[in-house]
Nanobody, 123 residues
Framework: VELVESGGGLVQFGGSLRLSCAHF????????MSWYRQAPGKERELVAH????????TYADAVKGRFTISRDYARSIVYLQMNNLTPDDTAVYYC?????????????????WGQGTLVTVSS
């Protein structure tokens, strides 16, 4: 499985961005998808999570009400819509895929990370 992120960039305080993560190489619906971020000098933290069937989304307290995670099964893409951005949201954002255990297969990694995309919010 390969994950390819896009959509990062520089945005002003209060602005919006939409991150995309394209999933290649296996059945998209077999994976729970998440977005993490890592700010300079800080640990990587979970931002948002969506279950394999899209039925449940969870968010970090810091982004609740501002960020929305969604997934498009036809395109095998997971999105992170980020609104009302602040400088505290500046970080490298990583896409993560975890296979639902019942769908795990030999030769396929159970967890995969994307390469990361940088989001910078100016004050």
């Amino acid at each position: 499985v390969e994950l390819v992120e896009s959509g990062g960039g520089l945005v002003q305080f209060g602005g919006s961005l939409r991150l995309s993560c394209a999933h290649f190489g296996d059945v998209f619906a077999n994976y729970a998808m998440s977005w993490y971020r890592q700010a300079p000098g800080k640990e990587r933290e979970l931002v948002a999570h969506i279950t394999s069937n899209g039925g449940k989304m969870t968010y970090a307290d810091a982004v609740k009400g501002r960020f929305t995670i969604s997934r498009d099964y036809a395109r095998s893409i997971v999105y992170l819509q980020m609104n009302n951005l602040t400088p505290d949201d500046t970080a490298v954002y990583y896409c993560n895929a975890k296979v639902v255990p019942v769908f795990a297969r030999p030769g396929f990694a159970s967890e995969v990370w994307g390469q990361g995309t940088l989001v910078t919010v100016s004050s």
